[in-house]
């Protein structure tokens, strides 16, 4: 049996990350596990994942750039 981590993030998503691999697995030369995969520990992390951290930072970026866009298109003739 693998064992597996889980990582809760506040945006309710969840990775699972490998910990250690069982003896058939580590013995074979691709890593390949048949068996039932087991979950260590579950760990709550206190900030969105990385992914939706990218997602509000781009459409922060976007937010911002549409309104000083929006602010300087008056003055030209």
Do not use: T
Not at 22 to 49: I, S, T, Y
């Amino acid at each position: 049996m693998c064992d597996y981590e889980e990582f809760i993030w506040s945006c309710e998503h969840s990775d699972f990350r490998l910990k250690s691999y069982c003896h058939k697995a580590r013995n074979n030369p691709g890593h390949a596990c048949n068996f039932v995969k087991r979950l260590r520990h579950c760990w709550d992390q206190g900030r969105p994942c990385d992914a939706c951290l990218a997602k509000q930072a781009a459409e922060a970026h976007a937010q911002m750039m549409s309104g000083w866009y929006g602010s300087n298109q008056g003055g030209r003739a």
